[in-house]
């Protein structure tokens, strides 16, 4: 029997389609239509309803709640909240099952940059499909939440934890019922980079209340403790409401936490936006108030697509922060094939901040895309794999630039009645000053990744310093298992290209597994990332395909097994780079990787100097002491190395009374030519040393011939000498 969570989940799709056959027999589109809009230009749009899917629990029936009769509490009304600081008290570490190959990825080339990192996540445990895989790097660890749990790893891939459950994880709010750690699910989590701290959200219905929970690492250290919060949903004029799929954004100033709201039946009612104060956060332990640490936005600018997106933003400073938030699914009411994207721009902190719709001048057009997927073929089973919808997976702030990806039916010049088509991953590069009225300018660069024989779907999208983009996702068809793969761009790259994708892990087996569900669920989501330690370096975590229970090469219902992967890999971005080592030169990009050239010449052409290269600090001179060299100069001897110089003993002239031998008690011109034995004899000191005039002399010994070898003689007859005082 299905769940009313489930249900409540699955009812807008269906109230969506609903009015798009109505649409289509005839109906007018805009009489009486609250979710149509004109656009100031006087151009009418279509939004399309609310996406969204749910987590499905084995044997979980929750009975239909009745709509609460009391809906008529003015907005703004304080909710109840919860909130608490606490240090984790994970569960002991667990050795995985041995199912799974841990010699990396495997299944196909490499063909964008290699892994220089790369391990396995959490494993499926059964009991809970999608596992809405999400996680995120920090400085000394890997985070990992997932909707069965909450597990660390060290940066190389050694568990530091064990497996905690999410209620286990928001435990300290209470997990009775109707309070906020029963039944929490769809989990997200960022490294925020401006406060060295995770941020984790998820959301939580039990059938009795609804909450938004929102936490912080105390630290970097995500095993050290956090401060948790709750935002009750069903109160004032949201009695009755519950909230699904949230969006987790975060600025210097902010956590932006988005979330579709449903009514009791189930039905889509619109989407609301908390933007919370993360000093406040930071600070707990206690509890958050409406209007005093957070804003809350109530069906923002009236917009009725769904889900909302918000951006991790970087590169931005507490005083000059924005956010965007970015819904999809525009099109217009004539042809039906004009596709655009809304962008609501964030400023402001708290209870102070400022969500501007911008009078419907917030558009930018994007490619035509088909509306409508397929689910993907895998290998071994006739059940495809779900690959959900269109919608917005996550968004990046960059440079002045917004970066998001999703997952898109192929074709061109497709109206929203479109039969499916296979999906490929979508992404693109908007700058936001461009919006305008609808349709809006085209975004500033948009790509496709695509393969004639496989599905993507589920991607996510990360930007690095060097504005290289990355993304990860899953693929498979009939002819391979469910894959993880990754792929980047340089800046240097054409336009609305990347690199070959490569297979970040194989996947293992055939897949199916519904619950008693319809739809053999998958995702609902990926992360990629950033590395906060070297903002060149990116992170992925993405699902594949694990052997499926009891083996075998056809698929059994329930039997599947998904797990998860990490990888980290490099961008360059080329054609010149700096591939980090500080020994090579004219470093170029050779297929994705940046590659070293020739070693620097390190020789700084000193013999008392020892000539190396580091790769970081480059040529490095080590000076060195007690090694002969020669200095050069020809009036030291006995030259040695002595702290990186060569330094020689001075020649020193002494002048003595030793002429005639033996001396005569004074110092005169015959004791200076016995000292100079240029002109002396050494026996009898009596020299012939006549060298003025130079060639030869012949007017006898003088002071002339003195001066001349001593080099201080500067008439035009003085001689050289190699050694001048």
Known sequence: MASAKRLRRFLPMIGAWTAFVAVLVGIPLFANNPGAEQSPGGAALIPVRA?????????????????????????????????????????????????????????????????????????????????????????????????????????????????????????????GGGQPANNPFDPKILYDQYSGRFVVITVSDDGINGWILVGISQTNNPTLGWNLYAIQVDVGVHAAHHPDYPGLGVDPNNVIVTANVFDGA????????????????????????????????????????????????????AGTAENYILDEGWLDAGTRIIRSF????????????????????????????????????????????????????????????????????????????????????????????????????????????????LSYYFPSIAVNADLCTALGFSGSSAATFANAYYTLRAPSDLPGTTLPESVLKAGLGTYRKQFGDTRNRWGDYSATMVDPVDDRAFWTVQEYALIQSGGGAVCVLDAGRWGTWWGQFRCCPGPACNDGNACTTNDMCVGGVCTGGAPPNCDDTNVCTSDSCDTVMGCVHTNLTGNACDDGDDCTVSDM?????????????????????????????????????????????????????????????????????????????????????
């Open 51 to 175: 996406k969204t899917k749910d987590a499905i629990q084995p044997s979980r029936a929750l009975p239909p709640r009745p709509p609460d009769a009391d809906d008529t509490e003015a907005y703004g009304e304080p909710p109840i909240l919860f909130a608490s600081p606490v240090v984790m008290n994970l569960a002991p570490l667990e050795e995985p099952d041995d199912i799974f190959d841990d010699d990396g990825p495997m299944g196909g080339p490499e063909l964008a940059p290699p892994l220089t990192v790369n391990f396995q996540g959490t494993l499926d445990n059964n009991t809970s499909i999608p596992p809405d895989t999400m996680g995120a790097v920090g400085p000394s660890h890997v985070a990992e939440i997932l909707n069965i749990g909450f597990q660390v790893f060290s940066r190389a891939g050694a568990p530091l934890t064990g497996l905690t459950s999410l209620t286990g994880f928001w435990s300290s709010l209470g997990a």
């Open 266 to 317: 189930g039905n889509f009612v619109h989407v609301d936006v908390w933007v919370i104060s993360k000093a406040a956060m930071i600070a707990g332990p206690g509890p958050l108030t409406l209007g005093v640490h957070y804003s809350q936005f109530h069906d923002p600018c009236a917009t009725v697509n769904a889900p909302f997106t918000p951006c991790h933003t970087f590169g931005q400073t």
């Open 342 to 453: 809304r962008l609501k721009r964030i400023t402001g902190t708290g209870a102070a901040a400022v969500l501007a719709c911008a009078g419907g001048n917030d558009f930018v057009r994007v490619n035509n895309y088909n509306f409508n997927q397929l689910d993907a073929p895998q290998s071994g089973c006739a059940t495809p794999i779900e690959t959900n919808d269109t919608k917005l997976l996550n968004a990046v702030w960059r440079n002045g630039r917004v970066w998001t990806t999703q997952s898109v039916g192929i074709g061109t010049g497709l109206t929203d009645a479109a039969p499916p088509s296979r999906p490929e991953v979508a992404w693109y590069e908007i700058n936001p000053a461009t919006a305008g009225v609808f349709p809006g300018p085209f975004v500033a660069q948009q790509g496709r990744v695509s393969d004639a024989s």
């Open 641 to 725: 190395c002595s702290a990186g110089m060569c330094d020689g003993t001075p020649i020193v002239i002494l002048f003595a009374d030793v002429a005639p031998p033996g001396g005569d008690d004074m110092i005169d011109i015959n004791d200076i030519l016995c000292v100079l034995d240029d002109f002396t004899d050494p026996a009898n000191c009596s020299g012939n040393g006549d060298l003025i005039p130079c060639g030869g002399g012949g007017d006898g010994v003088d002071l002339n011939d003195i001066l001349a070898e001593l080099g201080a003689f500067n008439g035009i007859y003085a001689c050289p000498h190699p050694c001048p005082p």
